[in-house]
């Protein structure tokens, strides 16, 4: 029986590319860097701002020295543009409540630095959605480290076997893989690479109106 779903964010949840896009393009334009478009930003979503700074800096043909110390005006500019243009996806908001209704423990698991995670969860009126919420920096770990998984079930005193990862990346794949627990993702998101052979989810899903914790198993995808 399926008790919980752990879900992932940007991607999943929420629609943040274009935002997370102005952000880079405002520290690119200060740094003399070329601009990038949404599309590219789109395939390096999902390991966190450092992760997606350092890839934008080395894509504009600029050192990692200069991407880490890029860092301060990045992280003032993300504060700037976060919740500005992002957006819940059709269906993620009823698809919570009725989790919710049916009993199913919800936690949110996100590389995304924890004031963020929180700022967007608060405009979007999903700050109370969760009964957990781990993010980039509650611990030492991040995705796809299995320790973020494990922690999250051990505070919901969740079983592997009894959990759900439902995301929309390469990352969530191997997260979930990493800790032994079911997966199953979302096609609008940002998948960072081909979700195939040992790095295929349990199932897609189309919609979130198809979802159904309730047949969820280990089996791969087609």
Request: aromatic share 6%.
């Amino acid at each position: 029986m399926m008790r919980a779903v752990l879900f992932d964010l940007d991607g999943t949840l929420m629609e943040t590319a274009p935002e997370l896009t102005d952000a880079l393009n405002d520290t690119l334009r200060r740094h003399d860097l070329p601009a990038v478009d949404e599309a590219r930003v789109r395939g390096w979503i999902g390991d966190g701002a450092r992760a997606l700074l350092a890839k934008a800096f080395a894509h504009a043909g600029a050192t990692p020295a200069a991407a880490n110390a890029a860092w301060p005006g990045f992280h003032r500019d993300y504060s700037a543009r976060c919740g500005t243009r992002s957006s819940l996806f059709p269906g993620a908001r009823e698809l919570l409540a009725r989790l919710s209704k049916a009993g199913i423990r919800t936690a949110l698991l996100t590389n995304k630095e924890s004031a963020f995670a929180h700022r967007l969860l608060a405009r979007h009126d999903l700050a109370s959605a969760f009964d957990l919420i781990v993010a980039g920096d509650t611990l030492a770990v991040k995705k796809p480290d299995p320790g973020v998984v494990m922690h999250a079930l051990q505070k919901l005193h969740i079983e592997p076997g009894q959990a759900l990862l439902l995301g929309d990346s390469l990352t969530d794949v191997r997260t979930a893989r990493a800790a032994g627990i079911a997966v199953r993702i979302v096609r609008h998101g940002y998948p960072q690479g081909e979700l195939a052979g040992a790095d295929a989810p349990d199932a897609f899903i189309d919609h979130f109106d198809d979802f159904d914790p309730g047949a969820c198993r280990h089996a791969p995808a087609t």
